[in-house]
Nanobody, 123 residues
């Protein structure tokens, strides 16, 4: 089993940037595709971005394409989400997730989750 801990959330003005990080521990990190999801108040959790275990393949929700970048450092067992040009509608709790032996292209298969980190974008 893998344990996930997110960090880097906070309050930022619209147009600003934030970098979220997720530290993984437990099982071999390279056995997992990694992803970021978010949940805004009153809404269902939604997919944001994912990355294959090699880092070569990345996937994004249409709403964040061109603004967010997912990356991973397999030597440090971390995955990051660089968020730029933030909008108020990006306000949500952001969750790091892991898909054991997955490729990252099926966001229904993520089954390990962190506790989440709050991102608030003010207008």
């Amino acid at each position: 089993q893998v344990q996930l801990v997110e960090s880097g959330g906070g309050l930022v003005q619209a147009g600003g940037s934030l970098r979220l990080s997720c530290a993984a521990s437990g099982r071999t990190f390279t056995h997992y595709a990694m992803g970021w999801f978010r949940q805004a108040p009153g809404k269902e959790r939604e997919f944001v971005a994912a990355i294959s275990w090699t880092g070569r393949n990345t996937y994004y929700a249409e709403s964040v394409k061109g603004r967010f970048t997912i990356s991973r450092d397999n030597a440090k067992n971390t995955v990051a989400l660089q968020m730029t040009s933030l909008k108020p509608e990006d306000t949500a709790v952001y969750y790091c997730a892991a898909d054991f032996l997955g490729s990252g292209d099926d966001n229904s298969k993520f089954d390990y989750w962190g506790q989440g980190t709050q991102v608030t974008v003010s207008s």
